[in-house]
């Protein structure tokens, strides 16, 4: 596929996706006029000894190519280079603009927002606060500026949907002037997530995003809840960081902050070393040493006590946020279940709403064991809490938002 002159005539209606993670970049190519992915890559294993490029163009064969790419600018170099060869440049003119995922907006950022020299500065400012990550995604932003300077480059924060939590849940109860001296406060992520299968699932229902109350609960390897009141989230349960809140795979989510003193004065543990323990070894894999959702079900079939175990953990920690964001809720139209392990472990579904029939939250077992990959109901006709699976889509919602700030000037 190639860039034509009948091409150029029309106004730019494309979106270039980039989510540059810790050690990789993703990337994906969408046309907003109707929708179309018109190509999608991966660079993984940034800065080890060998990289791996995967691009899979829609009108196409996949390309795989194993070699060293030194850091996040080589990798987006070499994804571009990809996508030029297709006729897919970040030169073409049909190109409206560049959206790029970032994780940490703080306060500041409510937004999508487009990139100018002042926003790259407060990015910047925030990298305390999202070591790995905030790094990343500056430098995606620089490397796609060089290389186009003329597009518009788009910054959608993970943050920015949690913005509206009211203060009283988003404070922890701590010395204020400590907390406010050095940013401690509750941000939530998976915004973009939370934010997109909030609106799906009032669709689903057949009603405005408006007039409805959900819980989202994205289960993914990172795992977090959120409540939306009417499209406006009130709560989630990531907080500084990804590591608050539900069991991940392998991540503890909340534990006593006691434990991190308790480790570090009887265990002697260094800071880092508790880091690492509670971000990498914790979760899923830390109780059972898997932290892949298939395979922990089916050590669990095979009468596994320390997979049974963590599941166990895992689905009491949902079942108690959904009881908690029901209070905070008040009342809820819905609850619905979305990445990885949420859009396709039917067991995890079951558990995580079993027992809950007296608050009117119940899933039929047909229903919830039947697969497909588009929203849908999983609880029994009529209801009074309708509990759904509604597949998330973050590049397409970040391709929206840019799209929807560059189209309006
Ligand atoms: P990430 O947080 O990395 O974006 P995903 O949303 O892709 O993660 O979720 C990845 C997780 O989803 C895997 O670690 C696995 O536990 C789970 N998962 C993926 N497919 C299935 C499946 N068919 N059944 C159960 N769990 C699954």
Known sequence: MTATGSDRASAPTRVLVLN???????????????????????????????????HTPAAGDARTREAPVADHGAALEAAAAELAADGLGLDSPRLAAVGHRVVHGGRRFTEPTRVDDDVLAEIERLV????????????????????????????????????????????????????DEHRVRRYGFHGTSHAYVSRRTAELLGRDPSEVNVIVLHLGNGASASAVRGGVCVETSMGLTPLEGLVMGTRSGDVDPAVILHLSRVAGMSVDDIDTLLNKRSGLVGLCGDNDMREIRRRVDEGDEAAALAFDVYAHRLRKYVGAYYAVLGHVDAIAFTAGVGENSAPVREAATAGLAGLGIEVDPVRNAARAAVPRLISPEGSRVAVAVVPTDEELEIARQTFALVDEG
Not at 32 to 45: F, H, I, K, P, Q
Not at 143 to 149: D, E, H, K, S, V
Request: glycine fraction near 6%.
């Open 20 to 54: 540059s993670g810790s050690s990789s970049v993703k990337y994906q190519l969408l046309d907003m006029a109707d929708g179309a992915r018109l190509a999608t890559g991966l660079v993984e294993r940034i800065g080890e000894r060998s990289s791996l490029l995967r």
């Open 128 to 179: 305390p606060l999202a070591p790995l990550h905030n790094p990343a995604n500056l430098t995606g932003i620089r490397t796609a500026r060089a290389l186009n300077p003329r597009l518009p480059q788009v910054a959608v924060f993970d943050t920015a949907f949690h913005t509206t939590v009211p203060e009283h849940a988003a404070r922890y109860a701590i010395d204020v002037a400590t907390a």
